[in-house]
Nanobody, 115 residues
Framework: QVQLVESGGGLVQPGGSLRLSCAAS????????MGWYRQAPGKQRDLVAT???????NYADSMKGRFTISRDNAKNTVYLQMNSLKPEDTAVYYC?????????WGHGTQVTVSS
């Protein structure tokens, strides 16, 4: 069982920045593909960004140029740097860990963009 703990969410004004972190337990983090997804109230959970074990990244179109996903295998942590935040970025952000058939989710961290 892999435990994922997200942190870094909060309230930020439009145009502001936040950095989310997701710390994973276990010894196979470096082999896993990691991702961030988000879910706004009343909507489905959508892809934000992913990063493979080989550091290849993929972003949803609306996040390109504003969000950056990165990972630190020494710390078993994946990050999401979010800049130029908009009210429509308000959502619960979830961390995802995929390694073969294993697929784990964190409990999420709330991001609210509002003035």
């Amino acid at each position: 069982q892999v435990q994922l703990v997200e942190s870094g969410g909060g309230l930020v004004q439009p145009g502001g920045s936040l950095r989310l972190s997701c710390a994973a337990s276990g010894s196979n983090f470096r082999f896993a593909s990691m991702g961030w997804y988000r879910q706004a109230p009343g909507k489905q959970r959508d892809l934000v960004a992913t990063i493979s074990s080989g550091y290849n990244t993929n972003y949803a179109d609306s996040m390109k140029g504003r969000f950056t996903i990165s990972r630190d295998n020494a710390k078993n942590t994946v990050y999401l740097q979010m800049n130029s935040l908009k009210p429509e970025d308000t959502a619960v952000y979830y961390c995802n860990y995929v390694l073969g058939p294993l697929d784990y989710w964190g409990h999420g961290t709330q991001v609210t963009v509002s003035s």
